[in-house]
């Protein structure tokens, strides 16, 4: 190799190509060619070459400082914090009109019913920033689920929940309460109030279920006022709330938005069995204190057994 | 069926290629200490993008693209590149006392190559590691340093004639003798 040798400097690149079993034929016969005749040349492809040995050996050898132990359970760590933050998302077409479903790894964390798209993602946008992606894949099980539910395929919606939207601890045991109302039963605000202990607090359950991020699978639409009135749902979709009703077989839509509380069957407080409404004084006792059942099969699902004084199973309601 | 998100098929990523990643970003960062920071962002940004990459992507080079996009990044801050610089050259120069006596030939020469390599320009030295320590093809060479393939193969080329030149004076270095 002569550095003031043209040809020398000129084949360098193809020296160290050929070296690295990189070059192409012609490349390979012009080195071959010209090492044939250069010593110097000749030499420098012989170091190459060993150089291309050594760098090999870099692959293999330990590295100081190139222990990954720490990062790798540092990342481990970020990543399971990312992932338990994370949101999916789509928007479904639904017999209640078009909805939007969220859920993380914990569970489904939202249902929320879409006037506008636009809206919706804002909606989710403030709670969840870039947390929340759009992935239909992800939530698509859960919308099935919610389909053979809304056309009575099924009675349960067996979801985990994740509650990371409910604001407040209050809220929360409001919820929790709403959730232990069996399918086709009912209550009021003010039930719900009782249930938690907080008997007093009627509006504030109503402002609590007002707020509910997982209705349907949280079944605020089986809460209603005292006097039977259904009061409001999702804004101002009061029709919403009598289909929900209607499809769980409590009788609604005879006097618009009131369910018929004679034509229902009802559970005092905590008891065992179910009775038909004119059994002793349950009509006149206050819905907070019960539980009502558009349809016997509903109450005898949670393990109610018919009155033995009144037998709604011997005089059932009239549908 | 949607996908069971309890069952993240990230985290088989992060197994397969975390170790890989880290140990590239450790010549990338020219030893700075930085790897174990970058080689953790590497992974949190690929995990947002994951999802929305194409089933037969290649992931393995889309993780060296990503690292060495946030190496690039992390170095233009132009204060730290020259500190790294700096740091890499001290270590070179005090190469005779920090190898062990009676060591084997080849340990020497290869701290003497991550040596270079560390005071290597970025381009020379990620060009270098990637397609000789990690065998990445300069199409992927390419893609993470967002030239042409042809210019990946310059960086390597030249990259290598430092490392050979800087080799010359190592007295174990008669390397036409050895076979």
Redesign the interface.
Known sequence: MNPENRTCREI??DL??VA?GEAGASATRGVERHVGVCRGC??EL???R??EG??????R?P????D?T???A???S??AD??SRLI?YGLFPSPLGKILIA???LGVSMVRYIDSERAARSHLARLAGDDA?E?K???????RELVDYLTARSTRLGWPLDLRWAGSDFQRRVLAATAQLPYGAITSYAGIARRIGEPASVRAVAQALRHNPIPIAIPCHRVIGSSGDLTGYAGSKIGLKEQLLSLEGVPVGLRAHRIERGNMYVRFESETEYCVPTCGSLSKTPLAELTLFGLRGHAEAVGLTPCTACRPDLHPLSA | MGRDMTEDPFETVVAAHHTEIHRYLVRATSRSGDADDLSQETFVRAYKFYRSLPPDANVRAWLFAIATNLCRNHYRAEGRRRQAMAAAAAGASERGPSWPEGEAIASQASARIDMIVAALPFKQRVAFTLRKVHELDYEAIAASLQCSAESARAHVFQALRKIRRGLDDLDVVHMERQP
């Open positions: 360098e690149p160290v190509a690295a000749r030499a012989a170091r190459y060993v150089l050594m760098v090999a050996d870099l692959r050898a590295m100081a400082g190139a990954p720490l990062a790798r540092e990342l481990e970020k990543l990312i992932r999916s859920r993380s790894e992606v992935d894949a992800a939530v698509e099980a859960t919308y």
